[in-house]
């Protein structure tokens, strides 16, 4: 049975960090692409950031750019997101979602197993 699990989230304060886990069971986990997504209270679920399977290649969703890292440890079949600068619009639950096709999509309909969310809560 496959089982996403996030952790990481929590209150900050505006130009805080978090970092965001993610823990995959149940899968050979270098096989798949990891992407994190977030959705915002009544807002569609919105692609974050996302990694190849070897973690050769990464993408971010333009306001993240520059302040957000995506990561992967296949040894410990875990994904990570560092989020630095972090600011009031960031604030949404994040999940982690995992997809073994051709690409790491930005598309959500793309991954096929997904966590349960972390909310993350940025105050002005």
């Known amino acids: 049975q496959v089982q996403v699990v996030e952790s990481g989230g929590g209150l900050v304060q505006a130009g805080g960090s978090l970092r965001l886990s993610c823990q995959a069971s149940?899968?050979?986990?270098?096989?798949?692409?990891i992407g994190w997504f977030r959705q915002a209270p009544g807002k569609e679920r919105k692609f974050v950031a996302a990694?190849?399977?070897?973690?050769?290649?990464?993408y971010y969703e333009d306001s993240v750019k520059g302040r957000f890292t995506i990561s992967r440890d296949n040894a410990k079949s875990s994904a990570y997101l560092q989020m630095n600068s972090l600011k009031p619009e960031d604030t949404a639950v994040y999940y982690c979602?995992?997809?073994?096709?051709?690409?790491?999509?930005?598309?959500?309909?793309?991954?096929?197993?997904w966590g349960q969310g972390t909310q993350v809560t940025v105050s002005s």
């Open positions: 990694i190849t399977r070897f973690g050769l290649t990464t």
């Open positions: 979602a995992a997809n073994d096709r051709l690409q790491a999509y930005t598309d959500y309909v793309k991954y096929d197993y």
């Open positions: 149940g899968l050979t986990f270098s096989r798949f692409h």
